[in-house]
């Protein structure tokens, strides 16, 4: 249901955008999430069913920014500044509560896009 893209190289400092498509419209909370080599899954941030209201993870905050197209059914995440510990599979998710931070509350999930920092 969930379709993650974007994902690719980029040199530290740079920008890239993730996209999350889904095939009918979501109307739910979203967000992203993202897994490193040997590391647990870590909340990235979050939106709300309007879009009205963000949420993000401190290490992110400033550089990132999440955002929805409701009319395209796509989730966003516009990805700034980046850095090596930026290096991850970043995942979609939706259906929990408004800025849930644990993964584990989430019902549906993309299959992830890879991100690659070069230094």
């Known amino acids: 249901q969930l379709q993650a893209s974007g994902g690719g190289l980029v040199q530290a400092g740079g920008s890239l955008r993730l996209s999350c498509a889904s095939s009918r419209r979501t109307f739910m909370n979203m967000g992203w999430f993202r897994q490193a080599p040997g590391k647990e899954r870590e909340f990235v941030a979050a939106i709300t069913r309007s879009g009205a209201t963000t949420y993000y993870a401190d290490s992110v905050k400033g550089r990132f920014t999440i955002s929805r197209d409701n009319a395209k059914n796509t989730l966003y995440l516009q990805m700034s500044s980046v850095k090596f510990e930026d290096t991850a599979i970043y995942y979609c998710?939706?259906?929990?509560?408004?800025?849930?931070?644990?993964?584990?509350?989430?019902?549906?999930w993309g299959q992830g896009t890879l991100v690659t920092v070069s230094s």
């Open positions: 998710a939706a259906g929990a509560a408004a800025g849930n931070v644990l993964s584990n509350e989430y019902d549906y």
